[in-house]
């Protein structure tokens, strides 16, 4: 073997990259700058420490999560068999005991001859790597990565609005438009591109003393952070007044329902997500609410009494790259395939697929450094599928996404039974990610192990 590969960032996808890059015979020096440079948010200097909360959500394959899990366990995750060692009662979710998984992940690398941990601050990006430094990645780092990729590259502020299932919205409310007939995307066709809830002054205000009297979410102190005119919570700009938000994101001007041929009193868009139509974000809706009012409070909106919501609402401190805009297919600079990115500086939400894409990050980089391509599940998986959201995402429009059902191909029947018809995509995500392991020879490059 050549000089030791890099892994930054001693997080659950820094761990998981390194853990696989090692069981391929690579040496590993895995950075983490803890406690040589501490963070707001940790309080140990232990590998893969959680720090907002216990759980890995649900193991059930009906659930986008656990068939996420399904099939990291299929590929050999370092981080599922931490948490089946320090799994705590939750019923059907993986939720474990922080002190013992951390410690669990870090004995274990530890104990790895091929891995060695530095600690300290890096400040470069030096081929052949990892980049998995997470939402807190130092100031020192982040410019470095700016330099590399761009000054508009690296975002520092979340702000994300709720993504609902198409199949979930009344398209006997909702109509189909774009505002003034302007508002449209390429390729769009001339109904419009946007679905539009339209609301009566009874509804609109119902709605607003919900939304202004509803229960928010107020995180680490790390987490709080300064609210700009452009990602205000949609909830403090209903509180400066009666009307700020009928001039603002639910505005009704040039947006007449063709059914009535009226002009409604407010009117909520959702514009389309994915290429295939069916994730649909409410724009304009950045929130903090906690995720039993969002359900509570964005079901009064008229089209989306019974909407299923793949992803919630939130506005934190985030630092994540646009991936779609300055990242190759397999998350590496477009320059050199072999510096790669993985975890949520990436823009995956969530435990699981930041592992997950930890993992594949060092089987890419693995395979790269033997001379072979590097390879992406097919996106009837459900790692695939994250990983062409974030390839294929409107650069524009990019923000964070946690792994749901949205994301997969559709089954190419329509089937009415969301619980069959989930049972259907995972059946068919882990017969083809089999088939894919074995195709491109993904466990037999492991090391026998000792």
């Known amino acids: 073997m050549s000089r030791p590969v890099t892994v930054v960032g001693g997080g659950l996808a820094g761990s998981e990259a390194a853990w696989q890059l090692a069981s391929r015979g690579f040496d590993v020096k895995l950075h983490e700058m803890r406690p040589v440079v501490s963070t707001p948010a940790h309080k140990t200097d232990r590998l893969a420490e959680l720090v907002c909360s216990n759980t890995f959500k649900s193991t059930e394959l009906t659930n986008a999560h656990g068939l996420l899990k399904a099939e990291m366990r299929l590929l050999g995750s370092i981080i599922l068999e931490a948490a089946d060692a ?87 409310v909702v109509f189909r438009a774009s505002r003034y007939g302007k508002e449209t995307m390429d390729g769009a066709d001339d109904v419009g591109a946007y679905l539009n809830c339209p609301m009566s002054r009874e509804q609109y205000e119902a709605f607003l003393d919900a939304l202004i009297s509803a229960d928010q979410y ?21 509180s400066r007044g009666p ?41 304009g809706f950045q929130t903090r609410l906690r995720i039993p009012e969002q359900q509570r409070v964005l079901r009064m909106i008229p089209g989306l009494e019974q909407a299923e919501f793949l992803r919630y609402g939130s506005i934190h401190r985030n630092s994540y790259l646009n991936s779609p805009g300055a990242l190759s297919a397999h998350l590496s600079t477009r320059d050199d395939p072999t510096i790669l990115f993985a975890g949520q500086i990436t823009g995956v939400e969530g435990y699981t697929e930041s592992s997950a894409t930890g993992l594949l990050a060092g089987i890419n980089l693995a395979r790269l450094l033997n001379g072979d391509e590097p390879v992406i599940p097919p996106p009837t998986t459900m790692l695939g599928a994250l990983y062409r959201y974030v390839r294929e995402a409107d650069p524009a429009h990019f923000q964070p996404m946690n792994a749901n059902f949205g994301l997969l191909d ?28 074995e195709a491109n020879d993904v466990r037999e490059a492991l090391v026998s192990r000792a």
């Open 218 to 238: 107020h995180g680490h102190e790390f987490d709080e952070v300064p609210y700009f005119e452009g990602c205000m919570p949609v909830e403090v700009m209903a």
């Open 86 to 172: 320090a799994r705590v009662q939750a019923g059907s979710a993986l939720a474990v005991d922080r002190d013992v998984f951390s410690s669990t992940v870090s004995d274990r690398i530890a104990a790895e001859p091929r891995v060695n941990v530095v600690r300290g601050e890096v400040s470069s990006l030096e081929a052949p790597c990892v980049i998995a430094t997470g939402p807190l990645t130092s100031d020192k780092l982040a410019e470095a990565i700016r330099a590399r990729l761009g000054v508009g590259a690296l975002a520092f502020y979340d702000a994300i609005a709720p993504i609902v299932a198409r199949e979930s919205i009344d398209d006997s």
């Open 243 to 283: 009307d700020t938000l009928r001039f603002g994101p639910l505005k009704p001007v040039g947006l007449r329902d063709p059914r009535t041929g009226r002009d409604a009193y407010a009117v909520v868009q959702l514009r389309q997500e994915d290429r295939g139509g069916r994730m649909w974000n409410l724009v």
């Open 410 to 437: 559709d089954l190419g029947e329509k089937i009415r039974d969301k619980k069959k018809k989930r049972e259907l995509f995972a059946e068919r995500a882990l017969r083809e990610l089999q088939a894919w392991i």
